[in-house]
């Protein structure tokens, strides 16, 4: 079984009716700060008892308050949650919970409201609202870690020892088995003849210790009123054994001797994180295997950024094996994170993306209506860069390096007008990402519906997609009275018909809430720039102050950067020559289009180019800031 549903009502940041859909096995949850993650794990913990952390405190800040003038706290918040996919053990034990549609689905609900000045709270399952027992509810065993653990201090020994709690599960049949037949534990047995040979040998010196403590008790209160007493390493109850116990660590797994090991206190934080919900995950294991009463029939850990103090390749590698043990065991894991290496670490099905609002909007990318082919696509390319789409509050999807390294100092171009604090692309929280192609059916599928038979949710997040028209690159004309192949060089009044596919999703797009594909009116992202306002002198200009070699290239670009050239006024003709002259030379020249970027953005940001944005390219940097 696996809790398949959340809904949530009056708590937190959840004020109207929200619903949750979460995977079996692993779902990680994904967005922006605010966008109520937090509140999804803190609802979920509202239903069990947590055996890390107790129940949940309820306190004034769960009941929702909204922030117009004039609103109060709700009265009251309810959590329900839906479990699936019971087997006949579960179904049995959790009779009472039925639905109506008889054992296909369980009902757990827990409501919080205010009587006489403080939280009362109310547990019941099943549509019948069925009262909760204790027992059956302890067959759900949770698991919460907070994001800012300690778990050094979880480690170490005493009654709250994640170490003894994990012996504990580990001997429990033993124990069961030597209480039954009136024995002592191995463990229990070899601590009571330890500690009887250390009172009665001579050899420690322990023996002449304790005699003179008793002495001088006896001497001090008298016969009458003197105790016995006795010294010795450890209790000999198997509780207070273990929980005695220290967990060492070496910083690898070669074979060393016992005194190479060293406190926890002097390892990692990252570490000792990882030893923790390792120490977690081991319990979790062992209890699924032997499921009972004593054990559990659904076991549920909560982690709340499992990425603390751990570097990407530790993070990767973690969240790996949770999905492994979440598959192999049947516990099911929920995750919340704002790691970009975590987000690409596990398959987009198991992602959840949460968008920050006057009531949060939640999005299961599985059901964003992908093909097989765009879902394998974007699993493969969700790498860390492209994983910020699952953060960001607005996207400009680009097709390659030279656009990304551009877009934010454009940006800021288009900008400039705006208030303080809203004057880039960062300020505003919008990302650009490189797709390296043509690449905007997969990835806005996410956002909008391109295909109409595989509709699905859309993430509530505004991106613009910016592509070239692409016209063909050479076209064959008639030049007095023979044809000829020449190179394409549109401008307004002499514009070629574009060869991208990616027009095709346009009507489609445009027909969407929240995405747009903004097309460059002639060739290709330089083209475009260059036939913008007197844009070919700060371009030619870089160009020039960058090119290595001296010749006919320089002399060119030199004659194309001369400030007595007002490009802007050039007779189109002209001016597209020029742009195309850049173009080749960036292309096929000793530069490149992504140092060619380099150099121009560095030169706009410093002043010493200054641009004119082309329309395509602002109207795409509007729509993403919501402008």
């Known amino acids: 079984m696996y809790i398949d549903e959340l809904t949530v009502e009056g708590f937190r940041a959840f004020n109207q009716?929200?619903?949750v859909k979460l995977n079996k096995g692993l779902t990680v949850i994904v967005g922006g700060n605010?966008?109520?993650?937090?509140?999804v794990i803190g609802a979920l913990r509202q239903l069990f008892i947590d055996s890390e952390a107790g129940r949940y405190a309820v306190d004034d800040q769960d009941f929702h308050l909204g922030f117009a003038v004039g609103d109060v706290r709700a009265p009251g918040f309810k959590v329900s949650a839906t479990f699936s996919d019971l087997d006949m053990v579960e179904k049995l034990a959790f009779l009472s919970w039925e639905d109506v549609d008889h054992n296909t689905k369980l009902h757990?609900?827990?409501e919080n409201r205010e009587y006489r000045?403080?939280?009362?709270?109310?547990?019941?399952?099943?549509k019948a609202k069925s009262a909760v027992e204790p027992d059956v509810l302890d067959l759900i065993r949770c698991i919460y870690l907070p994001p800012l653990r300690d778990a050094e201090d979880k480690l170490s020994n005493g009654s709250r020892s994640r170490l003894a709690k994990l012996l504990k599960v580990i001997c429990?049949?033993?124990l069961l088995k030597h209480e039954d037949d009136g024995t002592d534990h191995p463990l229990v047995a070899k601590v009571k003849e330890f500690n009887k040979e250390l009172a009665e040998s001579d050899d420690y010196e322990i023996k002449k210790a304790n005699a003179l403590i008793s002495g001088s008790l006896k001497e001090a209160i008298g016969e009458s009123l003197a105790?016995?007493?006795?010294?010795q390493f450890s209790e000999s109850d198997f509780s207070r054994i273990v929980e005695s116990l220290r967990l060492l660590y070496f910083p690898d797994l070669s074979a060393v001797d016992a005194s190479q090991f060293r406190s926890l206190n002097e390892n990692s934080l990252g570490y000792n994180n990882l030893i923790y919900i390792a120490s977690i995950l081991a319990e979790l294991h062992l209890e699924s295997k032997l499921r009972g009463q004593d054990n559990g029939l659904f076991h549920l850990l909560l982690i709340e950024e499992p990425e603390a103090h751990l570097h990407p390749q530790l993070q990767t590698r973690l969240l790996k094996y949770l999905?492994?043990?979440a598959q192999k065991t049947g516990v099911q894991v929920i995750v919340t994170t704002h790691s970009t290496v975590l987000a690409s670490a596990v398959p987009m099905n198991a992602i959840v993306h949460m968008t920050a609002g006057t009531q949060p909007v939640v999005t299961r990318l599985a059901e964003c209506g992908l093909p097989n082919k765009s879902e394998r696509f974007v699993n493969r390319w969700l790498d860390v860069t492209k994983s910020n789409l699952l953060f960001a509050r607005g996207l400009v999807f680009v097709e390659g390096i030279a656009e990304a390294i551009l877009l934010p100092e454009l940006a800021k171009i288009v900008l400039k007008a705006q208030p303080a604090g809203k004057q880039t692309l960062h300020d505003l929280g919008v990302s650009p990402i490189n797709l390296n192609g043509i690449y905007f059916k997969h990835f806005m599928q996410l956002f909008c519906n391109i295909d109409p038979a595989a509709a699905g949710a859309n993430i509530p997040v505004r991106c613009a997609g910016l592509t070239d028209l692409d016209p063909a690159k050479t076209e064959t004309v008639n030049i007095g009275g023979k044809d000829e192949v020449v190179n394409v060089k549109p401008y307004p009044g002499n514009l070629r018909k574009g060869t991208n596919h990616a027009l095709e999703l346009i009507p489609e797009i445009t027909k969407s809430t929240h995405a747009r594909l903004f097309v460059g009116l002639y060739k290709t992202f330089e083209y475009d720039l260059a036939m913008e306002g007197g844009n070919i002198t700060p371009m030619a200009k870089v160009m020039h102050d960058a090119w290595e070699t001296d010749g006919k290239n320089k002399q060119r670009l030199a004659e194309l950067c001369d400030p007595k050239t007002d490009w802007a006024a050039s007779k189109l003709a002209e001016k597209a020559d020029a742009a195309f002259e850049l173009l080749e030379l960036i292309e096929n020249g000793d530069m490149g289009k992504g140092l060619f970027a380099q150099l121009l953005a560095d030169a706009v940001a410093d002043g010493t180019a200054v641009l004119v944005v082309p329309g395509y390219i602002t109207d795409a940097i509007k729509w993403s800031c919501k402008l």
């Not at 605010?34 to 509140?39: F, I, L, V, W």
């Not at 105790?227 to 010294?231: K, N, V």
């Open 117 to 126: 000045g403080r939280p009362k709270r109310s547990l019941w399952a099943g």
């Open 17 to 19: 009716p929200f619903r």
């Open 34 to 39: 605010g966008a109520g993650k937090t509140g």
């Open 172 to 174: 429990k049949r033993d």
């Open 108 to 110: 757990l609900h827990v």
């Open 323 to 325: 999905s492994e043990t």
């Open 227 to 231: 105790q016995g007493t006795r010294i």
